[in-house]
């Protein structure tokens, strides 16, 4: 019986013309916000892409210190000849990019020397950012005197 009165109340044409206006905006907003979630999606989608892309065309190569290439730095930085260095790498300490420690021989004196950048050499103390001598310590370490 409650059918009834439902169906007579939808068969009034002020009624009929609301819920058709109210279900055609319903469905138009459902409408546009899955447009712009398609087009968010795409477009995210594409974003990541053009990143992938500019990572994978970098090549993930580090430069590695080899003790020839130290070697060379030395002799250079020094101005001895290359093929003929007074001064000696004996040991790669550290092999970091921005940063390596070497130990270096001269007139079997050693001493802990620093290649900046791959391509500056530096010998003398290095401090950290609280204060410690770093040249001291490895040369505690490494028994350098």
Do not use: C
């Not at 990541?48 to 500019?54: A, G, I, L, R, W």
């Not at 092999?95 to 791959?118: C, G, H, P, Y």
């Amino acid at each position: 019986m409650k059918f009834r009165v439902f169906f007579k109340k939808l068969s009034n044409p002020r009624v009929r013309k609301r819920l058709k206006i109210g279900l055609s905006i319903w469905g138009i907003a459902i409408l546009i916000s899955l447009v712009f979630k398609l087009a968010y999606d795409i477009g995210h989608f594409k974003a990541q892409s053009t990143m992938n892309d500019k990572n994978t065309a970098i090549p993930n190569t580090r430069p590695v210190l080899t003790m020839e290439h130290a070697q060379q730095i030395v002799s250079g930085a020094l101005k001895e000849d290359p093929n003929n260095p007074k001064t000696m790498v004996k040991q790669i300490v550290d092999n970091n990019q921005k940063l390596a420690t070497i130990i270096l021989e001269n007139n079997k004196q050693k001493r802990i020397a620093w290649i900046i950048d791959m391509r500056l050499f530096f010998s003398g103390d290095l401090f950290n950012d609280n204060g410690y001598n770093l040249t001291d310590s490895l040369e505690r370490q490494y028994n350098v005197n």
